[in-house]
């Protein structure tokens, strides 16, 4: 009788020995994450398009991400330039455009921008453009909670 009691025991023992051994191996290798540090937190800059000038706010910033908004206050469908005039040494220019943007309407564009000197132009050359100095790369976004 006693044999018969210690075979159940014994396999529930070894069944229980590789569930330990299997769940301690899953964490061990190579999963090829780099633990790198996040981007900055992309920020939102504003634009408006008057009939006299283009103004942009904050007009200095940190490099990294942005969303640039631009709003048309003119009466003509216009479209905003965002072109880089001077960068950091070993860095392609830069140039992307919104789509026409209708009176009173707005657009977006996202750009990645390094150090160096843009600037927000319309296809009028009556009109003032802004300026948007860019400096150093803003902190990470490492220990800021509910970031993307």
Aim: aromatic content about 2%.
């Amino acid at each position: 009788m006693c044999g018969s009691g210690a075979r159940p025991r014994r396999r529930a023992s070894w069944t229980a020995l590789g569930l330990v051994l299997a769940l301690a191996t899953s964490g061990c290798g190579d999963d090829g994450f780099a633990n790198r540090e996040r981007a900055p937190t992309p920020i939102t800059l504003s634009a408006v398009i008057t009939t006299s000038q283009v103004t942009v706010s904050p007009s200095r910033i940190g490099a990294g991400r942005v969303q640039l908004i631009a709003s048309n206050q003119t009466a003509l469908s216009e479209q905003l330039t965002l072109r880089s005039e001077t960068l950091s040494a070993g860095t392609a220019p830069l140039e992307q455009r919104t789509g026409p943007i209708n009176p009173g309407d707005t657009a977006a564009l996202s750009a990645d921008l390094v150090q160096g000197t843009y600037r927000v132009t319309t296809r009028s050359t009556q009109r003032r453009p802004a300026v948007l100095r860019v400096g150093p790369t803003r902190s990470s976004a490492e220990d800021q909670l509910l970031q993307p």
